[in-house]
T-cell receptor
């Protein structure tokens, strides 16, 4: 089955700098890769996703890149702000009885230092 | 509200008691998922419902866990004879179902379950 590894587990950056979180996956059939942001006491919130037919997707200060050959994908946050502080999860889909299931990484705790 | 709604938000109970957790998905979403998140950990898949198909229960950790989805909408997750290791946040998500394409899952804020 699918296995998703996420690094680093914690990341601390200065406000205004960029942050990069990386994930690898094992199932070459995976074709959907979402990223979630989870704030304390809240459920995960989808912030961006990418499908395997593109290599990069951007939404304002957030971008995701995908390398299908190497089976890894990354989240890039530019011009970081204190409100970016949260736990971030990557995920990859895997087939489940004809439907779709997500397998999640272990999360990255991002801290933005003012 | 248009999001996924879960209740209760917090539940404290004694070891050995049964608990029931509720999830109200986004209207029109035919797929519903339950996950468990232990303290500081990632999300562990528990069970999946899609329309009238038989649910996939492959992630349930023991036969003390069960779930149902009535009328294709609201779902309840039941844990019988609770143990301390069941303490976690239980998250529910829902999504549309695409034809061979994964659809974004939208999460509720979870139920924080504490077993004394």
């Amino acid at each position: 089955g699918e296995n998703v590894e996420q690094h680093p587990s914690t990341l601390s950056v200065q406000e205004g700098d960029s942050a990069v979180i990386k994930c690898t996956y094992s199932d070459s059939a995976s074709n959907y890769f979402p990223w979630y942001k989870q704030e304390l006491g809240k459920g995960p919130q989808l912030i961006i996703d990418i499908r395997s037919n593109v290599g990069e997707k951007k939404d304002q200060r957030i971008a995701v890149t995908l390398n299908k050959t190497a089976k890894h994908f990354s989240l890039h946050i530019t011009e970081t702000q204190p409100e970016d502080s949260a736990v971030y999860f990557c995920a990859a889909n895997t087939r489940l009885q004809g439907a779709q299931k997500l397998v999640f990484g272990q999360g990255t705790r991002l801290t933005i230092n003012p | 509200g248009a999001g996924v709604s879960q209740s209760p938000s917090n539940k404290v109970t004694e070891k050995g008691k049964d608990v029931e957790l509720r999830c109200d998905p986004i209207s029109g979403h035919t797929a519903l998922y339950w996950y468990r998140q232990s303290l500081g950990q990632g999300l562990e898949f528990l069970i999946y419902f899609q329309g009238n198909s038989a649910p996939d229960k492959s992630g349930l950790p023991s036969d003390r866990f069960s779930a149902e989805r009535t009328g294709g909408s609201v779902s309840t997750l039941t844990i019988q004879r609770t143990q301390q290791e069941d303490s976690a946040v239980y998250l529910c998500a829902s999504s549309l179902v695409g034809q061979g394409a994964a659809q974004p899952q939208h999460f509720g804020d979870g139920t924080r379950l504490s077993i004394l």
